[in-house]
């Protein structure tokens, strides 16, 4: 089966990354996300890779590359710039800037699925947020402050914000973000589990919630990017690797 055929015909891979870039609206800084038809770029304005990102794709997507590069420069951020379809051109022009590959990583998409609500799972409120950092904080071995890039305040009022968790007792076990795009994706960030409570079932079932309720708000398509060892779990759940998006950097930000 085409792993695309989850996409609507008249939309596509192209559409589908161009919805991703605009899913960072949930963590990027005002004014630093610059969306095209061939190519998007988000940054924070944290000094952490994993939010500051681009991405380039389309046909005429090479053309954006000093554009993209002097974006990155003027912010003084650590950044990552992935390429994707025709934009896997643009890459002697990042090596020519010294800019290295790193691998890739898969675009995944998900269509309906099976519907699991579950009553432990609740949006999140303003008081869950210092829960919400220090668990994405623990969970991935990062500054509390890659938690607060995610789990910022002013997103709890976003019409297309959805901040989601998992509560044992009132005790935060599980959260991850979804934002949605165009009343089609739903993009997800920072699924989370505390370490103490990791291949327990946790992040399956927050998954299943979250899905359920974003069939219940007219959202059909779910869209992330996977690390591998997180791909197994999304597999399962029932999601395609739709393509893989190359993934560069500078060397002195993401190799030791």
Not at 6 to 11: D, E, K, N, T, W
Not at 233 to 254: D, F, N
């Amino acid at each position: 089966m085409d792993p695309t055929s989850i996409l609507a015909p008249s939309l596509g891979l192209a559409e589908a990354r161009t919805a991703y870039g605009r899913g960072t609206a949930v963590w990027s800084a005002p004014g630093l996300l610059h969306v095209d038809e061939d190519w998007w770029i988000a940054l924070s304005r944290a000094p952490y890779v994993d939010y500051n990102l681009a991405l380039i794709h389309g046909e005429h997507g090479a053309d954006a590359v000093p554009q993209v590069l002097d974006e990155v420069k003027n912010a003084h951020v650590p950044a990552v710039i992935m390429l994707a379809g025709a934009g896997l051109r643009a890459a002697s022009a990042l090596a020519d800037a010294g800019w290295v590959c790193t691998g890739a990583l898969p675009f995944m998409g998900k269509e309906r699925g099976p519907l699991h609500d579950d009553l432990d799972v609740r949006l999140l409120e303003q008081r869950d947020l210092t829960q919400a950092r220090a668990l994405t904080s623990s969970a991935f071995g990062v500054a509390e402050a890659v938690g607060a890039i995610v789990y910022a305040e002013d997103a709890l009022e976003r019409e297309c914000t959805r901040f989601w968790g998992l509560f044992e007792e009132d005790v935060l076990r599980c959260c991850s973000v979804s934002q949605y795009v165009d009343g089609r994706y739903s993009v997800g960030w920072a699924l989370a589990t505390a370490p103490e409570r990791q291949r327990a079932g946790y992040g399956r079932r927050l998954m299943r919630a979250s899905a359920a309720r974003r069939m219940a708000d007219g959202i059909p398509v779910s869209l992330l990017m996977a690390t591998e060892e997180g791909r197994h779990l999304y597999e399962q759940e029932g999601y395609t690797t739709l393509e893989y998006w190359q993934i560069w950097s500078r060397a002195r930000w993401v190799l030791p």
